[in-house]
């Protein structure tokens, strides 16, 4: 990436502006005046905007890749600073772009050290795109730039770089289960079975190019964690398949909110990969009822704000304990004004909602 700053000026700005706003979060979360470094990152941000857009209209094929990782970073701003903001916007951008440079074949003119950085920043985008659209309204079109790229081939090139832990094949069925109906029960019934088959030790362990200082076994808590929470998104999305008669028996929401909470407790939280576990941690918190659980999932997510050594704080990292907290205050009022019989689906909700922040 600095290789790139002093050939590319858009790169330059965006690359200060992301850093200005990682000051911004850092000095916000302990509770320190911001406003100075708030400017600093709005104003190379700006700038950035202007010099890439120069750019854009008289950009080489070969550069195009270099453009995407510009894009992909202002997806990190917002992320950074709230999780809000115009994600959609450069996500549908860049998958745009991607697809030019799929289509075009560009990957084979380019050095290898930049389609590296290229299959790295792809993967991130690919990852915000999939966990994007899983709380997006079912007539939203932001997402559909993506819908030709082969998911799974490209974040296998970029796995050894991922703090997420996302496995390949998971998040593309999560991105198939994202488009499923409430009564879509038997193509949800044959997601949930591949889910459950998937072998992630196994993937974990041939992933190529790990630091020999790597814990394996974090990484195959994570993926676990990861696929009991798409398991219950699938049971939220299509509720009626928990009660298909086709299904095993500890396919059930109970079961699967257990098993997020065995893998989260698995990984300390002063692990570096520790942040790849914010969906799940926001996704299990958001089902739990009890006041001991949720506020653990709320606990894990402040420490990760504010608490570990290796992660500087991300603003959408608040944002998900917020919105988490909403989704607890909505179940609870509703099963008050309901006299305490009936349960809310939370998930079906959240799609609801006229603004949806980006929880990675």
Known sequence: MLSLVGSFDYIREITLATSAVHMVTLRRSHGLAYQKELVDALTAKGQAYRL??????????????????????????????????SWKTHIEAAGNMLKSIHAMEIRKQIPPSVAKLADIV?????????????????????????????????????APFSYGCYPPIMLEILSQASHL?????????????????????????????????????????????????????????????E????CEACITV??????????????????????????????????????????????????????????????YIETAMTMMQWVWETKDAKLESDGGETGMNWLQELKGAPDHALIV
Request: glycine fraction near 6%; charge should be negative; include cysteine.
């Open 181 to 241: 109906s409430q009564t879509d029960v038997p193509k949800a019934r044959d997601l949930m079975s591949e889910l459950c088959v998937l072998d992630f030790r196994a993937w974990v362990y041939g992933i190529p190019g790990l630091s020999p200082q790597d814990d394996l076994e974090v990484r195959v808590a994570m993926a676990d964690a990861h696929r009991a929470a798409t398991c219950l998104y699938i049971l939220l999305a299509v509720p009626d398949l």
């Open 243 to 246: 009660r298909d008669t086709l």
């Open 52 to 85: 890439l857009r120069r750019a854009l209209d008289n950009l080489a094929a070969v550069d195009k890749p270099i453009a995407m990782v510009a894009v992909v970073f202002f997806i990190n701003f917002d992320l950074i600073e709230s999780g809000r903001g």
């Open 254 to 315: 109970e079961a699967q909110t257990r098993k997020v909470l065995d893998g989260l407790a698995s990984v300390p939280i002063e692990n570096a990969l520790s942040k790849g576990l914010i969906w799940p941690t926001f996704m299990v918190g958001a089902q739990i009822d009890d006041p001991e659980g949720r506020q653990w999932c709320l606990g894990r997510m402040q420490k990760i704000w504010v608490a570990s050594p290796f992660i500087c704080p991300w603003g």
């Open 122 to 158: 792809v993967a991130d985008c690919i990852t915000y795109h999939v966990l994007g659209s899983a709380f997006a309204s079912s007539g939203d079109t932001a997402m559909s730039a993506f819908e030709s790229i082969d998911i799974k081939s490209v974040l296998q090139r970029a």
